[in-house]
């Protein structure tokens, strides 16, 4: 199959109709084949029964349909399944699926190794390759929605997995289009979540675009601290971004922001770090995830005491803020927050 073949997972519906239109398919095409690949998962166009046979010949042979190939697979004790997949040029990246009860959430990535260099995040360790493709990121959700069981259903997708999504804005918001239509994967605005460490300039874009929750990897409450720990602050420092997100039209009680703060020992989770985080986020409809530090090779932190995670978190439920301790998934496999690198893991069945 040739490069030059356009792919129908690099457009959003919208697209794909107008697409379809200059090629002279009818744009309705869109939604036929948004449902086949999408909502169905068949990804042959030889099956695609309400297509004619003439049309089925030219999808199949002057489109693309698949991105991403199963490298490896692994599963966590606690049933968290990471997946390594390799694109067309042999680049290799990393999803994860957490179960919980009836909800299964999709961390998926959007580069190739990540160019902000976190200092207590193994993707960072990696550089940066490349953005990734929309039908690359969306091949993630179709791909890791393969190792479900036939009665469970995909419910939620973070865009957390690596790389920082507002670094390649314009494909994450084609797929996240794809992610939100009826015809195709049909989640709702408040199942899908994007995060970003900071980058200021891309946050209002976003929202404007699409209806997405949106994430801040926050990790401190001091610019002395988040200078190290994720060095776009020297950038965009605290009071640049908070700026920017107390002036968000779109946030609100019934649509906060979700902090991110992973925490380090002796780093980042003191009492006094805990005020400063309250003085930082009071007002600002807001509710954080406390993340303690999942240990890696490329890190030199600790986790925290669990009794320092469990003061740090009182302080801020005693300042009237909403808190959830995250406790670690699939960190036997490397697949918790900030240990994605795309390491060893058996080979895909």
Not at 136 to 141: R, T
Not at 170 to 190: C, D, Q, S, T, Y
Not at 335 to 344: K, N, P, V
Request: with cysteine.
């Amino acid at each position: 199959m040739r490069e030059a073949e356009p792919h129908l997972k690099d457009f959003s519906i919208e697209r794909l109709r107008t697409r379809f239109a200059a090629d002279g398919i009818e744009p309705w095409r869109a939604e036929q084949v948004a449902g086949w690949l999408y909502a169905r998962g068949v990804e042959d166009p030889a099956q695609w029964t309400d297509v004619s046979a003439a049309l089925r010949d030219r999808f199949a042979n002057a489109w693309q349909r698949r991105a991403l190939e199963w490298d490896a697979v692994s599963v966590s004790a606690d049933g968290t399944v990471k997946g390594r997949l390799r694109a067309r040029d042999g680049a290799l990246i990393e999803s994860v699926m957490i179960p919980e009860g009836e909800r299964n959430t999709l961390c998926i990535s959007t580069q190739v190794g990540c160019p902000l260099a976190c200092s207590f995040c193994a993707t960072g360790a990696l550089g940066f390759t490349r953005n990734l493709g929309v039908a690359e990121i969306l091949d993630q959700v179709c791909r890791m929605r393969e190792k479900l069981a036939p009665e469970q259903r995909l419910t939620n997708v973070v865009f957390m997995g690596m790389g920082e999504p507002l670094l390649n804005l314009p494909n994450v918001i084609e797929a996240v289009r794809v992610l939100l239509h009826p015809k195709a994967f049909a989640l709702g605005p408040r199942k899908i979540t994007v995060s970003t460490a900071g980058v200021v300039p891309k946050i209002a874009t976003l929202l404007q675009s699409v209806p997405v929750n949106l994430a801040v990897s926050l990790h401190a409450p001091t610019d002395a601290v988040r200078d190290v720990l994720v060095p776009i602050n020297r950038r965009f420092p605290l009071a640049v971004l908070f700026e920017a997100l107390r002036a968000l039209p779109e946030v609100s009680v019934r649509r906060p922001i979700f902090f991110e703060y992973t925490l380090m020992q002796g780093v980042n989770d003191s009492l006094d770090d805990a005020r400063r985080l309250v003085r930082l986020v009071r007002g600002l409809p807001s509710k954080l995830n406390l993340i303690p530090m999942n240990a890696h090779a490329d890190a030199p932190y600790r986790p925290p005491h669990e009794a320092d995670v469990a003061r740090f978190a009182a302080v801020l439920v005693g300042a009237g803020l909403t808190v959830t301790v995250r406790r670690p998934r699939g960190a036997d496999i490397d697949a918790a927050c900030g240990q994605l690198a795309a390491r060893g893991a058996r080979p895909a069945a």
